[in-house]
Each structure stands twice: as C-alpha cells, then as structure tokens.
C-alpha cells in the first residue's frame, strides 16, 4: 500500500501533484503553483528515497516526503524540540482529488508517524499555508501543536503555519 517511489512512477507523481495543485487552486487556496513542487523537487525526493507512495491497487493516489530538511525560517519558531534535534519533517503531502475524503491521508499520516517511531525521531515537524483551513483542522485534530507561523521565501505572500509533534505523543493504532 506505501512504499518509496521509484523514477518509473515520477510521471504519475508529477500528474497526482499537479491535480492537487489545480483542485487546491479551484478552492481558492493559493499554495501550489505551476512550478511547484517541480520535477526537481520530486526528482530529488525519489533520488534521496525521501518520497512515498500510497497505492490502491497499482494507481499512486497518495505521496509525503519524510527528510530532516527544515526551511531556514523554521529557526524563527520556539519548536518543542531543540531546533537542532533529530526530527523528521513532513512535505508534499497529496491525495488525488477523486481520492480525497476517503482517510488516505489519515493512513499516510499513521505510516508517516510509525516511520518517526521506528527510526528513533523525537518529533515530526511540518507546516501547512496559512490560507488552508482543512489541513490546518486535519493537523489539529491528529495532535499536532502548532507553533506559530512563517513566510517561507519561495513561496506566497501568506505565512504558513508550522506544527510539532513529539514522538512521545502519537497515538499507538
């Protein structure tokens, strides 16, 4: 069901991140643009197997980036973790829009939080736009303890809203 992407699926992930850029866009949600994430940024994620695929029978409906890399900016926030610590970041989750709404990312989410315990991190961080109110609930409603926000700078006039939580906190299902 997930497992790490390959470059023989890149064309299928680039269409699944474009969908959702668009649908995000139809929504007034102003958060991934034309050029991102880019085919270097998902290139990237499947070369430094950081890039996971959520698959109902062989059709990618779901990906999440899991690396260390935070954004220069995440420095500004009083994180619960030292900034420095060893902690696993979220990026580029997605579900295809005809997807959305089934618990898909309720799974990536648990698979993403099992990866943290099994591989000894003290925290998950991510950060969701400002301008999304969905995620932002979906974040909530997992646990996630939001921080403050940031102006990313290669992104939107908005701030996004950074969020942690502890290892020690995620939930056994």
Same mark, same amino acid.
């Given at each position: 069901?997930?497992?790490? =992407?390959?470059?023989?699926?890149?064309?299928?992930?680039?269409?699944?991140?474009?969908?959702?850029?668009?649908?995000?866009?139809?929504? =007034?949600?102003?958060?991934?643009?034309?050029?991102?994430p880019s085919i270097e940024n998902i290139?990237?994620?499947?070369?430094?197997?950081?890039?996971?695929?959520?698959?109902?029978?062989?059709?990618?409906?779901?990906?999440?980036?899991?690396?260390?890399?935070?954004?220069?900016?995440?420095?500004?926030?009083?994180?619960?973790?030292?900034?420095?610590?060893?902690?696993?970041?979220?990026?580029?989750?997605?579900?295809?829009?005809?997807?959305? =709404?089934?618990?898909?990312?309720?799974?990536?989410?648990?698979f993403a939080e099992e990866f943290a315990?099994?591989?000894?991190?003290?925290?998950?961080?991510?950060?969701?736009?400002?301008?999304?109110?969905?995620?932002?609930?979906?974040?909530?409603?997992?646990?996630?303890?939001?921080? =403050?926000?940031?102006?990313?700078?290669?992104?939107?006039?908005?701030?996004?809203?950074?969020?942690?939580?502890?290892?020690?906190?995620?939930?056994?299902?």
């Amino acid at each position: 069901m997930i497992g790490k =992407g390959t470059y023989s699926e890149i064309n299928s992930i680039i269409s699944l991140i474009k969908a959702c850029g668009k649908n995000l866009r139809d929504n =007034g949600i102003d958060q991934w643009d034309e050029s991102y994430p880019s085919i270097e940024n998902i290139t990237n994620d499947i070369q430094t197997e950081t890039l996971f695929t959520y698959k109902i029978e062989s059709e990618i409906v779901g990906v999440v980036v899991l690396n260390e890399m935070q954004d220069e900016e995440y420095a500004e926030i009083n994180w619960l973790t030292p900034f420095d610590s060893k902690n696993i970041v979220i990026h580029r989750l997605a579900v295809s829009p005809p997807y959305q =709404g089934r618990g898909i990312a309720r799974k990536i989410m648990e698979f993403a939080e099992e990866f943290a315990l099994n591989n000894n991190y003290c925290s998950i961080r991510l950060d969701t736009f400002s301008q999304n109110l969905r995620n932002q609930k979906f974040y909530a409603n997992r646990g996630y303890v939001e921080l =403050g926000s940031v102006h990313l700078k290669y992104k939107k006039d908005h701030p996004y809203i950074c969020y942690e939580m502890l290892t020690e906190n995620i939930k056994k299902t």
